[in-house]
């Protein structure tokens, strides 16, 4: 199926909003004399998710969250909303569920996570695990506890916590 066949399959939105958090062009100078590949291995990953980011605009409305920090040229964030933190005006509370991705896993993605839940509810916001980076220096056991995981498989959508059922009927599928 070609990317053109598909955008024209799917005629509306989902009420769910995808947030792409602190993809940032410059890593902190303080990381980076640490870890001195981060930029090169963000840059990658923001690559991969601007891939991703083409299939999710058909489904979902994206928006991005950079603190007000320049986003990397990576990830083409202009068809999208920017945000400059989580509580900001633009970013409506009436969307059904708020998925959180980008970097870094454990760290701003779960912080920006905690920060939505308090303004639109607990059980409406999670974060993607296999769309968001773990910082060089964490693990993922520490990461199981305080939100809701997903993954997100292109053709199933948000599965919770990783899991993934083999019985389920595709809405991309003829």
Same mark, same amino acid.
């Given at each position: 199926?070609?990317?053109?066949?598909? =955008?024209?399959?799917?005629?509306?939105?989902?009420? %769910?909003?995808?947030?792409?958090? !602190?993809?940032?062009?410059?890593?902190?100078?303080?990381? *980076? %004399?640490?870890? +001195?590949?981060?930029?090169?291995?963000?840059?990658?990953?923001?690559?991969?998710? !601007?891939?991703?980011?083409?299939?999710?605009?058909?489904?979902? =409305?994206?928006? =991005?969250?950079?603190?007000?920090?320049?986003?990397?040229?990576?990830?083409?964030? *202009?068809?999208?909303?920017?945000?400059? =933190?989580?509580? !900001?005006?633009?970013? +409506?509370? *009436?969307?059904?569920?708020?998925?959180?991705?980008?970097?870094?896993?454990?760290?701003?993605?779960?912080?920006?996570?905690?920060?939505?839940?308090?303004?639109?509810?607990?059980?409406?916001?999670?974060?993607?695990?296999?769309?968001?980076?773990?910082?060089? %220096?964490?693990?993922? @056991?520490?990461?199981?506890?305080?939100?809701?995981?997903?993954?997100?498989? +292109?053709?199933?959508?948000? @599965?919770? !916590?990783?899991?993934?059922?083999?019985?389920?009927?595709?809405?991309?599928? +003829?």
């Amino acid at each position: 199926m070609t990317d053109n066949m598909f =955008h024209q399959r799917v005629k509306k939105l989902k009420n %769910e909003a995808v947030i792409v958090v !602190d993809a940032w062009k410059q890593c902190y100078e303080h990381d *980076t %004399e640490r870890y +001195p590949r981060l930029e090169y291995e963000c840059a990658a990953f923001g690559t991969y998710l !601007d891939s991703v980011l083409d299939w999710l605009r058909t489904r979902y =409305h994206i928006y =991005h969250c950079g603190g007000g920090r320049a986003l990397m040229d990576e990830i083409d964030w *202009t068809p999208d909303i920017v945000l400059k =933190h989580m509580h !900001d005006k633009k970013l +409506p509370e *009436t969307h059904d569920m708020y998925y959180i991705m980008g970097f870094h896993l454990g760290r701003c993605t779960h912080t920006k996570g905690w920060n939505l839940q308090d303004r639109v509810g607990y059980d409406k916001v999670g974060v993607v695990w296999n769309l968001s980076m773990l910082f060089p %220096e964490d693990s993922y @056991t520490k990461l199981r506890k305080g939100i809701k995981l997903y993954n997100y498989i +292109p053709m199933r959508g948000f @599965t919770e !916590d990783c899991g993934f059922c083999t019985n389920f009927e595709n809405p991309l599928w +003829p």
